[in-house]
Each structure stands twice: as C-alpha cells, then as structure tokens.
C-alpha cells in the first residue's frame, strides 16, 4: 500500500524540489534559458531595439536586471524547496500535503509564465503581448506567495519580493508599451 501512495505522490509533486540545489537550479536555468531563447543574439545584452524604445525614468541601469532575476530565481527556488519539503512530510492526501501540492502547482505556473515574458518581449518584440503575460503572472503569483504563506511564512516571504519586483516590472512594461505604441 505505501508503495501506490508513493506512486501518486510523486505523480503530483516534483521530488526534485527535495534538494535545494536543484529547486534553486530550476528557475536560475530555467530563466537562463528563457533569456537566451528570448534574445538570442544578445549575449544577455539588451537588444539594439530595446535601446530605442522610450522608456520610464524608472528604469534601471541594465545591469540591474540579471543581478535582480538571479536573486529573485534563487529566493522562488529556496521557497519551493520549504515547501516542498512540508509537503513531503505530511501523508498524500492529507489538507497539509494537498494544499502543498496546489501551492506547488501554482509555484509551476508562475514560472512557466515568468519564461514566456522575455520571448514575448524581447524575441518577437511584442511588449502589449509580454504585458499581458505580466498580468497573468502577477495574479499567479500572488497567489502562490498567498498559498506558500499557508505553510511556510519564509516561503511567502521570498515570494513577497518577487510580487514586489514583478509588480514593478509590469510598470516598467506598461510604460514601454504605452509610450512606444
């Protein structure tokens, strides 16, 4: 019998996010990838056409960028390792284990949209497109950092900064599409 529960766990939960390298690992790839893909001539150097756009007077230098998503990466990955971790410990199918799977299952989402940005923005140049899926991400994660919070408040936290950021980031967005369409 332990063996079948096993089976459905690992099913719903990535076993990965055991190993904090690997949960941290997971998004700063992921978000390497995402950057290359999204401008790949770019040598993680904005675009010529990024340099031409009229922008917020917000906007960091451009160096603020990598260092900023690398840091905010590392925190969404020690974030899903605590609760993934929590999860582990509680029997599947318990409210503890189900509610971690669901914020785990979010935590997936808001990554999955935080890599369609740079494609969308960078790659095909499309910032309404990439200010679309801000708004998608920003409500996902909001609701992971609100599910994450549930069970762990350093999770939350780590997440809190990234809302913060990606809040941010769809102004600077909003204002490069608004201004340059």
């Known amino acids: ?28 790839a992921a978000g390497l990838v995402s950057g290359y893909v999204g401008n790949p001539r770019s040598n993680f150097e904005p675009a010529g056409w990024y340099r031409t756009l009229i922008r917020s007077k917000l906007t960091p230098p451009n ?3 990598p260092v900023a998503w690398t840091a905010l990466y590392t925190a969404m990955g020690y974030a899903s390792h605590r609760v993934a971790l929590i999860t ?11 509610r ?20 969308l923005f960078f790659g095909v140049r499309r910032p309404g497109w990439a200010l679309l899926d801000l708004a998608a ?4 994660v909001f609701a992971t950092t609100f599910a994450f919070n549930q069970l762990d408040s350093t999770a939350a936290k780590c997440m809190g900064v990234y809302a913060a950021w ?16």
């Not at 019998?1 to 700063?28: C, D, E, K, Q, Y």
């Not at 799977?101 to 369609?116: E, F």
């Open 88 to 98: 582990l410990s509680h029997a599947p199918l318990t409210p503890v284990h189900t």
């Open 1 to 28: 019998m332990a063996t079948a529960h096993l089976g459905i766990f690992n099913h719903h939960l990535p076993t990965a996010l055991r190993s904090l390298p690997v949960a941290v690992a997971i998004p700063v």
């Open 137 to 140: 991400l920003g409500g996902t």
């Open 166 to 181: 990606v809040t941010y980031a769809g102004y600077l967005n909003a204002v490069v599409w608004w201004k340059n369409n």
């Open 63 to 65: 160096w603020v960028f």
């Open 100 to 119: 971690g799977v669901y914020a785990l299952k979010l935590y997936a989402a808001q990554l999955a949209l935080n890599l369609v940005w740079t494609p």
